[in-house]
């Protein structure tokens, strides 16, 4: 006979079996390590940052746009958990971000933010029921977007001079900006292998990663061409080419930050002595509403700017109506 075989008197009870299970299982939800951390607003945020990326496949700004707006409510969370919240504290939320004086737009994109969030949070199995479904954006009013005039284009676009360190590769800058009507974000990653000066036109790369074709005109392929001649050579100087790729660089060879060129339009702006609000946003507004009065047909407008529905690109025909009513009314016997 075996000595080493344990026999039981009786066979062991089901219920202690159960109770010693639930017991290893409070154990392990009392563990310091990963679930604590989930536990709390940052420990979420980075996981959903890795999903979005990895999931989702969206482009960079975007990720980081929504991090921005779960980082503002990780400071009004102040600790808590956001699995535990329902309606009534989202709603609170709300009320947070309207007293920090926010825009309508701003908070409509934060609340579509944790939607985004708390759908995440279900697919995980943090939550059963989402809160955030029954949260309603702030009605907002489309507003018709600020552009340039014609004068007021040919004197930014003229506001860089010699004297100023990088005066062919800003006036390039703005150059292209106009000509294409591309984001901010679009010329700082433009790579200078998307660049076809002879053919007259840019590949430029959008929300989603998505490329499309946009002709240059003659003054941006000029300004482009002196940049590319006589500044951009000093920027890369001893580094490998290969290790700056994009067209538009900053003093050390690296890519141009969007927050760099947000700077140099603003400086620019100034010294043409034009509306402290312009922003890079305004010369492609410019670009689009430019296009339109000159006749041009509203889907190109749209395949240009890289929208993906019609509805957006719409928003430039309230420019050209509101202009329309001016004219009416300064020269019409009868307005």
Not at 231 to 239: E, I, N, Y
Request: charged share 25%; net charge positive.
């Amino acid at each position: 006979m075996c000595h080493n075989r344990i026999e039981f008197d009786q066979p062991p009870r089901v219920d202690i079996l159960l109770m010693a299970i639930s017991k290893l299982k409070k154990l392990k939800h009392s563990s310091p390590d990963v679930p604590r951390i989930l536990e709390t607003m940052g420990g979420w945020i980075e996981r959903y940052t890795v999903y979005l990326r990895s999931e989702c496949h969206l482009a960079e700004n975007t990720v980081q746009a929504y991090r921005r707006d779960l980082e503002h409510m990780k400071e009004w969370l102040d600790g808590r958990s956001p699995t535990k919240l329902e309606i009534g504290d989202l709603t609170e939320f709300a009320a947070f971000l309207k007293g920090k004086r926010l825009a309508a737009t701003s908070i409509s994109r934060h609340i579509v933010a944790i939607r985004m969030f708390y759908k995440f949070l279900q697919l995980e199995g943090a939550i059963a029921d989402n809160p955030a479904e029954l949260l309603t954006t702030p009605k907002v009013w489309q507003r018709v977007p600020k552009v340039l005039t014609i004068a007021q284009v040919d004197r930014f676009l003229t506001a860089p001079q010699r004297y100023d360190q990088h005066c062919l590769r800003d006036r390039a800058i703005l150059e292209l900006m106009y000509a294409t009507g591309c984001r901010v974000s679009e010329i700082s990653n433009l790579l200078l292998a998307n660049v076809h000066l002879s053919e007259g036109y840019c590949l430029a790369e959008g929300k989603g990663s998505k490329q499309r074709m946009v002709p240059l005109g003659e003054r941006a392929i000029e300004a482009i061409e002196l940049y590319l001649n006589e500044a951009r050579p000093k920027l890369v100087s001893s580094r490998e080419l290969a290790q700056s790729p994009w067209l538009i660089l900053s003093r050390s060879g690296h890519r141009l930050r969007r927050e760099a060129i947000w700077e140099l339009i603003k400086r620019y702006a100034q010294r043409a002595e034009i509306d402290s609000e312009v922003s890079p946003h305004t010369l492609r507004h410019s670009f689009a509403t430019h296009l339109l009065a000159g006749g041009a047909d509203l889907r190109l407008i749209q395949e240009m700017l890289g929208h993906a529905s019609i509805q957006t690109t719409q928003i430039y025909t309230q420019v050209e109506n509101s202009k329309l009513k001016k004219v009416h009314n300064q020269y019409h016997p009868r307005a």
